[in-house]
């Protein structure tokens, strides 16, 4: 991983020149900072995710990228030459807006063609890039047709044609999918994989839905309160995550506090009250004897059964608090003798498996390797 993870810490890992390279980058908003000091690598041909919350300061660094926000201090630098002060229309980026912004008045081969016509681009050639990009996202036909009479899927198409079609080296995409629904959501996330896979374009995509970054991002930026926490693969962030915070914003977990009673080099063991048990992690941790840290367990990680599993590590027993069946899998509430309440997911393998029912008494177990345990 050839990234800078928040605020200047290098990884070590050195590979080819970054194609988009951002150092100590800046904004404020009168006293209120908007983004705090973000430096980081992206490569060329990577797809690139800003992954936070509202107002965590994603779309601000993306605005900076696209010249749009000038930084209070910093500076960005793509493919080698600092654009910091170059203005947006002389920078090799475009940017596909979370509306669209689509002309009504306009049909699609004119809205695509729109960006081209204002570079003073021959008639013929814009003609030809225009079916090249109607074509990459299988919209022949609908040239005449105005946004109206197009479905959200549609336009989002006409869209991400009318910002590649003047050849970007860098797309910004800030939150794309955003308007469309689950179903053809999820559809178009392949689509867009694909299509930037045919193009080659360094894409950068500002989103919320964590979801979605994790299927089109090769890399993910973790984002709070202006700052990058953690630069990662999808894996990378969902499996080893360096905070509580990028750990419980990550997909489903569950959180709880402990202290380290017992720390090896293979092993430690955490002492948690919410559990009343003792958590075994089959690898050592960086803190000291006492100290209190938190363990993140994985709803999917943990087993139930009706019978004591024959580990002695990692078992607790209790009883069946909630259920909720999602098709593909059962999420359980599982209710400690704390009163503590456990998620667990369990995939549905079988059409006509024996279902656990509420009320009824459960053990829980898992894998050594299974806890994060995090200590920030």
């Not at 209120?32 to 041909?45: K, T």
């Not at 920078?91 to 695509?112: D, G």
């Not at 079609?165 to 308007?179: H, I, M, S, T, W």
């Not at 999917?300 to 899998?329: C, F, H, M, W």
């Amino acid at each position: 991983m050839n990234a800078v993870v928040g605020a200047g810490v290098e990884t070590g890992q050195k590979g080819p020149a970054p194609y988009v390279r951002i150092e100590r980058l800046t904004k404020r908003f009168g006293d209120f900072v908007a983004v705090r000091q973000v430096s980081l690598e992206i490569q060329r041909g990577e797809i690139f995710c800003l992954l936070g919350g509202s107002g965590c300061g994603k779309t601000t660094l993306l605005r900076m990228l696209a010249g749009f926000e000038t930084p209070t201090d910093g500076a960005i630098f793509i493919d080698g030459v600092d654009v910091t002060q170059v203005p947006p229309y002389e920078r090799p980026v475009n940017m596909m807006f979370q509306s669209y912004a689509l002309f009504p008045h306009m049909t699609v081969a004119q809205n695509v063609a729109f960006g081209l016509k204002q570079d003073g681009t021959a008639r013929g050639e814009i003609e030809s890039r225009v079916q090249e990009m109607l074509s990459l996202v299988q919209l022949n036909g609908y040239e005449k047709r105005k946004p109206h009479q197009l479905s959200g899927g549609q336009r989002q198409r006409v869209a991400l044609a009318r910002a590649l079609v003047k050849r970007p080296k860098l797309l910004l995409l800030d939150e794309p999918l955003g308007a469309l629904d689950k179903k053809l959501r999820e559809h178009t996330q392949f689509e867009l994989v694909n299509l930037q896979e045919k193009l080659g374009v360094t894409f950068v995509i500002v989103t919320h839905d964590q979801e979605e970054a994790m299927t089109l991002a090769s890399r993910i930026g973790v984002m709070r309160a202006g700052e990058i926490l953690q630069v990662g693969t999808p894996a990378d962030i969902y499996e080893f995550p360096n905070s509580r915070f990028v750990a419980d914003f990550i997909g489903s977990v569950n959180m709880v506090e402990g202290r380290l009673i017992e720390d090896e080099p293979d092993h430690v063991r955490i002492e948690c009250a919410q559990l009343g048990a003792i958590v075994y992690v089959d690898h050592g941790v960086s803190s000291p004897p006492d100290a209190p840290v938190s363990v993140a367990i994985r709803p999917e990680k943990i087993q139930l059964s009706r019978e004591r599993p024959e580990q002695t590590d990692n078992v607790l027993q209790g009883v069946i608090a909630g259920i909720a069946y999602l098709g593909n899998a059962t999420r359980y509430l599982v209710r400690l003798p704390t009163g503590f309440l456990l998620r667990v997911t369990a995939p549905n393998v079988f059409r006509h498996e024996e279902r656990l029912e509420p009320d009824e008494r459960v053990w829980l177990h898992w894998h050594s390797s299974s806890p994060v345990v995090v200590t920030r």
